[in-house]
């Protein structure tokens, strides 16, 4: 199974910023595009005060700061110019939602999809919206957000698809500034399904693709979550993709481009489950000639040796 979609992560918190511009951004479309990358999602319009474009709602109602470079018209333009879909991944406040005012978080989205649809939505390139407020578990009013959310999105964009992409409460699910690599209270595989059931069934008609992350388990369990995903993904109507994480959680120091051979192994077991299309988090870090790590650019040479 080969990778056809990255998470493009340039709005980040636990990860080393490259300082790319335009320049080094079409390089690294260039090398996305000869492995073989159809799509690109934006991972998160802004997180707290920094922004990925310059919204005027952000800056007003968040005194977010400015960025020097319009972003999204960036990734609009590269996406076009090497026939990319582009998938907008909506605000992060890294406060409301997480403190349980979920209302708050919708609200402030809601005015965040409407500023951009009416920037942006012209765009070619411009095929879908991701909603970047992740979680492994049913958390607060996370239903009622991911619906009011999803909702939104499509009916201003007159049904484009909405993708969100959760994670597995596993041993492996730890916050980066964690020292440890794992925990002992991880959920159970039939917890996992009895929540992301009840999850989904609040979902329809909101959401469209489901692409959990794989990273957050052992090897050896992977397959039977990857299972357990696609058949709750075709119960309740949704497309299924795997988000096969290409950085190494294994290793205390976080994080590092994953080893090839356990990236090959995430990936069959994804397409043994079925899975539509495996996207990543993500190329330009972790598998691109262009990143700074330069494990990376051997990931893209064994991933080319591969094709």
Not at 22 to 35: H, L, Q, T
Not at 172 to 187: P, Q
Not at 199 to 221: N, P, R, T
Not at 263 to 272: F, N
Request: charged share 25%; with cysteine; hydrophobic share 40%.
């Amino acid at each position: 199974m080969r990778i056809t979609g990255t998470f493009l992560d340039e709005i980040s918190h636990d990860i080393p910023h490259q300082n790319w511009g335009p320049r080094e951004w079409n390089r690294d479309f260039m090398a996305m595009k000869a492995i073989g990358i159809d799509l690109v999602i934006m991972i998160r319009a802004g997180y707290q005060r920094w922004l990925t474009y310059p919204s005027a709602v952000l800056m007003e109602k968040e005194h977010c700061y400015r960025p020097s470079e319009d972003l999204v018209d960036l990734f609009l333009d590269l996406s076009e110019i090497h026939g990319m879909d582009f998938y907008f991944g909506l605000y992060d406040s890294g406060k409301y939602w997480t403190n349980g005012l979920y209302d708050q978080e919708v609200l402030l989205n809601q005015l965040v999809i409407d500023e951009v649809w009416a920037r942006y939505g012209h765009r070619k390139a411009f095929k879908g919206w991701y909603l970047s407020q992740e979680v492994s578990r049913k958390v607060g009013d996370i239903i009622g957000t991911y619906a009011k959310l999803g909702a939104h999105c499509k009916e201003v964009s007159n049904g484009l698809p909405v993708l969100i992409s959760p994670y597995i409460d596993g041993k492996k699910a730890l916050l980066a500034s964690n020292s440890s690599i794992s925990k002992e209270d991880a959920i159970s595989l039939r917890q996992h399904e009895h929540e992301w059931d009840e999850i989904l069934s609040g979902l329809k008609g909101s959401v469209d693709i489901l692409a959990f992350q794989d990273g957050h388990v052992a090897f050896h369990e992977l397959k039977d979550y990857l299972q357990v995903n696609k058949a709750l993904a075709d119960k309740h109507g949704l497309r299924c993709w795997t988000n096969a994480e290409s950085f190494d959680r294994d290793m205390p120091i976080k994080f590092l481009p994953i080893k090839w051979e356990k990236l090959k192994m995430k990936l069959a077991a994804a397409k043994a489950a079925g899975m539509e299309k495996a996207i990543t988090f993500e190329f330009s870090h972790f598998m691109s000639p262009n990143s700074s790590y330069i494990q990376a650019h051997n990931l893209y040479d064994r991933i080319r040796e591969e094709d």
